[in-house]
């Protein structure tokens, strides 16, 4: 009797600090989790809070090294004047179309190459699969990309965004996880029944790899929406130039040398930045539940 009683009394001491010591990780980890979400979340809120600001106010709080946590002089003068200006709107238009038709032509080439290399008895998806791979590492440089993009004669035309940058290696292999994932048995089934490869992509991969082809669709709209150096070296016209070329030579203006009033245009360029990133920041949370399980699957696999 003694001896369970002090059995069951080392047990209870074993519980009690395993209890305490989970209680300090989770204290621990959740301060630390925090400490980084105010390390993210500041800078896009400063840029909020830019974006609002009168100029003379932000450039004073800014040479008095004050820490900005509310709008310095509130004003909305940049915002509406972005608004109202037609250029602006051509700019977030072509932006749109780069976004929407990119992504678009991104979506259908990596389904498609990941439903070939996913296939199980062909001898030659080890070595596709490699090749694909080797993308991610062996990169053909900027000039080399510029000369076949010219070379193809696609200078000054949205063709020379949308071709050329078109499929990631990487999420054709995370596609190709999610397609591995489905059951042999549906895939055979469906080819007994004279199913084409077609009608097997499109009517059972594909209906049961969304959280994969939404978190695919993600990453390309992102670098889509957000991209600039290639769109201004490519594109070459103010007409064809997507939002984030204009945020960029706004930039570059109101820091040149010779401006009168470097804040102003930085202000303006906030606001610009805020009009650029409030779509995404509506979309992202909509499909947050379709990216966290997507991003897992290649850990699980």
Known sequence: METTVKSNARKMSALKKKFTADNIFNYVNNALLIVLSLVMIYPILYIFLSAVSEPTSFRQAINNHEFIIIPQGFTMEYLMEHLKNVDIWKA???????????????????????????RRGLKVVKIFTILVAMTMW?????????VNIDNFGMIRSYLGILIPFAVSGYNVILMKTYFQAIPQDIDECAQIDGASHFRILFNIYLPSSIPGLTTIGLFYA?????????????LRDDDLYPLQVIVKK??????????????EGLVSAYALIVIAIVPMLILFPLIQKYFKKGVMVGSVK
């Open 138 to 146: 062996l990169k053909p440089g900027m000039i080399a990309t510029y």
């Open 250 to 263: 706004i930039l570059q203006s109101a820091s040149g040398e010779n401006t009168s009033n470097p804040f």
């Open 92 to 118: 977030y238009g072509n932006t749109v179309l780069i976004t929407v038709a990119g992504t678009a032509i991104s979506l259908f080439i990596t389904v498609t190459c990941a439903y070939v290399l996913s």
């Open 222 to 234: 992102i670098d889509r929406w957000n991209g600039y150096f290639w769109a201004e070296q490519v």
